[in-house]
């Protein structure tokens, strides 16, 4: 594979990888922030280990890892994927005076549509979870629950970004290892790895606990139903398509901005396409 064909390719996967991201990743973080909104008025949260750490200051180290994420993002020199002086100039035409935080900004917001259109299944996600403590016998389990959600939903976060490179790395035959590292920036590992240790010392009687065939069917089912909700094709490209036309203000035109919308659904039909002859 030639040179150009190379970074042609990755400029596609890059496009990919942000709609997938886009999606898995802020819908997960905004269930993060709707649980430590519950988890601080949660008095297991304020509670100290025998060491000394306040359970609490695990929620708050992976929401000071977000920010950085975040920072990293618009601001990194390598693999800039935000960075609105690096876009092609037929790209950067269409788009009116804004900046890279702009753009970022544009971008996180497909997932608070797809978050805001899904919050049903979060919620029936919760009650799973709820229902769970409950029956054995946890304190304070709404409070507690919202953590196990969230870390459930960034572990989806995380699972999206492996499946969407994996996939990438098999149609392009770039290797899988060297797309990681190009966009490892957009993977929330490390934050889950800190809620998750936060939620273990929440619930600590839980950290390898085996729930029951019924509990962990209705898990599975829930967690099964709100994957295929934030990877289903016509969701995330309706969600875009919405996006696009609450962001007007970042587009050149209105002109650009109806181009953009009506990119966003012939390349939905394309992929639909795709979907329904591998079937």
Known sequence: MGKENIIDNISKIASTMKLSCGVGNNAAWLVCLEANDHLKRCSLYRRSTKGGYRIGSGFKKALKMYKAY???????????????ADMPAATRKIYGDITDRDYYDMWSSIGCRV???????????????RKILEAHGKKEPEAVAWSFTALACLKLACNIYDATLKSCAVETNISKKLL???????????????????????????????LDE???????????????????????????????????EVFRTDGEMKKAIKGADEIEKIVEKELNQNK
Request: hydrophobic fraction near 35%; glycine fraction near 2%; charge should be negative.
């Open 214 to 248: 019924i509990e962990e069917k209705n898990l599975n089912f829930g967690l099964e139903q709100l994957l295929e909700a934030w990877t289903d094709p016509h969701s995330i490209f309706s969600a875009t398509k919405t996006n696009i036309a609450d962001f007007s």
């Open 115 to 129: 978050y805001s259109d899904t919050k049903p299944y979060i919620t029936s996600l919760w009650n799973k979870y």
């Open 70 to 84: 975040e920072r990293n993002l618009i601001y990194t020199s390598e693999s800039r994927l935000f960075h609105v």
């Open 180 to 210: 990681s590292k190009i966009f490892s920036q957009l993977s929330l590992r490390e934050i889950a790895k800190v809620w998750e240790s936060a939620t273990d010392e929440l619930a600590p009687e839980f950290v390898g606990k085996q």
